[in-house]
């Protein structure tokens, strides 16, 4: 296994505009949240948003009560009306902003019928694995940086005007690329966990063969898992092990789909198991465009991690959300 520690070399500019002369050029910088009051939220901002031919800028916003009920709007405006920095994280789409402020981050988002004012700092280090660490060849690029793998969110929600001040826990990340990811992506699993003293951050991504290009015939898949106790982190791989300890048919969209996953890796003095049992489907998506289509599931899960420092194991459980993304499905 490879520990990824010593590869960490984050700055602002990797959270910044990242243009690539190319039509299947995509970028997006992606936001959740989850308030002490049982609300959550989530937004994202797409320059070049992937899920769209041809590629034109948008905004999706969602916001989640307690019970799970999804408020949601999604802006689409012309190329010309985004903007965005390439020395830091300032990015504009329409009316909605998203831009680092005083050490931290804060967004605003006022769409139809929902709005969003946040303040976002981030409570553990970044993270950026330079480029062909996880995935790169000749001549198709993939980028994933986490510049707040948790921070301390703080602001103001509004659903059909009803107005709340919030607080609470945060994520934060950045992906781009110079094409299709359907050309070298059968799909993933993303997630995290985060507890009073860990906080941890997984990715899975099923490579398509490309002597084959065939989706029915993955090459072996590609992961990487973070972990921090406090602020500091002990665990970054890029070996993860995945197992499906269980199995469900999802009748909406005809996929088999995992109910219990178990996620496991160790560098030197740390290792982890992370076991997670599908409690309920907060999203299902079934998207087709250019030709192809994908299945989107986002999942509240319990789940319970064994973590070992330094000879010492350690339990972190509770509730977590994690997602899931089949690409290229006939």
């Known amino acids: 296994m490879t520990n990824l520690i010593p590869f960490f070399a984050y700055t602002d500019a990797d959270d910044s505009f990242h243009p690539v002369d190319s039509r299947d050029y995509y970028e997006w910088w992606y936001n959740d949240f989850r308030f002490d009051n049982g609300w959550a939220a989530v937004a994202v901002w797409h320059y070049r948003d992937w899920l769209k031919k041809p590629r034109v800028p948008s905004v999706e916003i969602s916001i989640y009560d307690p019970a799970g009920k999804r408020y949601y709007h999604e802006t689409v405006i012309a190329t010309d009306k985004a903007t965005a ?4 994280c300032d990015v504009r789409i329409g009316n909605h902003h998203f831009w680092q402020e005083n050490g931290g981050y ?10 969003a004012d946040l303040t976002m700092r981030r409570s553990v280090p970044p993270l950026f694995i330079p480029p062909g660490l996880i995935y790169e060849d000749n001549s198709n690029q993939h980028y994933w940086c986490v510049p707040v ?3 301390n969110a703080t602001g103001e929600i509004s659903v059909d005007n009803h107005r709340m001040p919030v607080n609470g826990v945060c994520y934060h990340d950045h992906n781009w690329g ?3 990811m359907n050309e070298n992506f059968g799909g993933w699993t993303w997630g995290r966990f985060f507890d009073p003293v860990y906080s941890g951050i997984f990715s899975y991504s099923f490579l398509i063969n490309p002597e084959t290009a065939n989706p029915a015939e993955p090459a072996a898949g590609s992961g990487i898992i973070y972990l921090a106790k406090n602020d500091m982190v002990i665990l970054c791989s890029e070996k993860v092990d995945m197992d499906v300890a269980e199995e469900v ?5 005809g996929q088999t789909m995992p109910r219990q996953l178990v996620l496991s890796a160790a560098e030197d003095n740390c290792s982890i198991s992370c076991h997670l049992t599908v409690q309920r489907i907060i999203e299902r998506d079934h998207l087709k465009f250019a030709g192809w289509k994908t299945h989107n599931w986002r999942y509240l899960d319990d789940y319970r991690a064994e973590i070992t420092l330094d000879g010492q194991k350690d339990i972190s459980s509770g509730q977590t959300l994690h997602e899931r993304f089949l690409l290229r499905l006939k």
Request: aromatic residues 4%.
């Open 106 to 115: 804060r967004l605003v988002v006022d769409a139809k019928g929902i709005s």
């Open 85 to 88: 920095s390439e020395t830091q």
């Open 249 to 253: 048919f999802d009748e909406p969209t």
């Open 149 to 151: 793998p948790r921070g």
């Open 178 to 180: 110079t094409c299709d």
